[in-house]
């Protein structure tokens, strides 16, 4: 009998317990059904824990966390936490996790699922069968570097400032993840910054060339401008397999891959931090998309972003990844059969809500488990 896993999940604010909740039922439905189950604690990051105890993360939740074995997060925010100090916002919460559990690499693939050719604003052609990995550096960069703040100047004016920074190591470890991950995918690597105009851009370009070098010759690399490759990812995408990126640049292209799968509800991720001694790795995953304040509460949600963020916890942090499959052909089937929520809504399509969805995935997965 395999060991129970520990998942804490962190539904967070707005849209996030809701589709959280139908990610609960796919969870329910597996430790029903399969060998391994799941030891699962709740907590709360962002808004909903600046109302409950005064902090977007308390130390307890933080430690919670370090413990699991996975965190699944659904989304952190809102207008209601918009004036609080900088240091005080739901996001700290977010950015807290990322960075103390160490989770240097952000995996965010855009697959097109056949289904969602036409939900795309871009021509179908473009689009049909896209598969690409854009690994965004998460805990570096100018989400953190410092000195960062806002300062009064003697003439009045005020000056904001952050700092982008990125060491050898920082780059090294996120480009050998690039270069595995691309062995078993195109085997194509394509390193994107901005060594134009950046320093940090130029030592980036140097290290992940010179690691290429070292241990990865056998893989393609490529380097690219990050605009340049804001325009390529809606000129022609299918000419990528792997990006890898800094943070910055990694949460714009990220954004603009979702679109090219038709909606920022269908992009899951994964975090990941170094493998330890052990062999495991801390590991957080979230949808891509944020909290949607504007319709939170209004069963308008899409869960297949949060439910796809729990297969690849499946995948690579319990290595059941003929279930992370099912999951996913389960959505295939779903968006097949015609189903669809607010956000990727077609015409001659029959629009559901959060919840029924959810009902329809739940029964998706037993057909194909029958
Ligand atoms: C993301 C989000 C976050 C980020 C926000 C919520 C802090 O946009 O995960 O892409 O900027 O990293
Ligand atoms: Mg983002």
Not at 118 to 135: M, R
Not at 152 to 168: C, E, I, K, M, S
Not at 277 to 287: N, Q
Request: aromatic share 6%.
């Amino acid at each position: 009998m395999a060991s129970n896993k520990n998942l804490l999940i962190l539904p967070g604010d707005g849209i996030g317990p809701e589709v959280m909740r139908e990610v609960r039922r796919v969870i329910d439905w597996m430790d029903r059904r399969r060998a391994v189950t799941f030891d699962i604690s709740e907590g709360l990051v962002g808004g909903c824990a600046i109302d409950a105890h005064g902090t977007p993360l308390t130390d307890e939740t933080m430690a919670d966390a370090m413990a699991a074995d996975a965190v699944l997060l659904g989304a952190v925010g809102g207008p209601k936490w918009d004036d609080l100090p900088f240091e005080q916002k739901p996001e700290r919460g977010l950015l807290r996790l990322r960075k103390e559990m160490d989770l240097f690499a952000n995996l965010r693939p855009a697959i097109c699922f056949d289904a969602l050719v036409d939900a795309s604003t871009l021509k179908p052609e473009i689009i049909s069968g896209l598969d690409i990995l854009i690994i965004r550096e998460l805990t570096g960069g100018v989400y953190f570097g410092e000195p960062r703040g806002i300062e009064t100047l003697p003439d009045g004016q005020r000056r904001g400032f952050n700092t982008q920074t990125y060491t050898t190591s920082e780059i090294r470890r996120v480009a050998v993840l690039a270069f595995e991950l691309a062995r078993k995918r195109g085997n194509k690597v394509c390193s994107v910054e901005k060594a134009n105009v950046m320093e940090s851009g130029v030592l980036w370009r140097d290290e992940v060339t010179k690691l290429h070098g070292e241990s990865f010759p056998d893989v393609a690399l490529s380097h690219m401008y990050a605009d340049n490759c804001s325009m390529q990812l809606v000129r022609d995408p299918k000419q990528f397999d792997v990006i890898v990126t800094d943070n910055l640049f990694g949460d714009m292209l990220s954004d603009t891959a979702a679109m090219l799968t038709g909606s920022l509800g269908m992009l899951p991720s994964a975090s990941l931090g170094a493998v330890d001694a052990t062999g495991s790795r801390k590991a957080l995953y979230e949808p891509v998309h944020g909290s949607a304040p504007d319709i939170a509460g209004r069963e308008l949600a899409n869960p297949i972003a949060t439910l796809l963020s729990f297969a690849m916890n499946l995948r690579y942090s319990f290595d059941l990844a003929e279930d992370a499959d099912l999951i996913q052909q389960a959505v295939e089937n779903v968006l097949a059969g015609g189903l669809r929520t607010a956000d990727i809504m077609q015409p001659g399509k029959a629009k559901v809500s959060t919840g029924v969805m959810g009902e329809s995935l739940l029964r998706e997965l037993d057909k194909l488990a029958a």
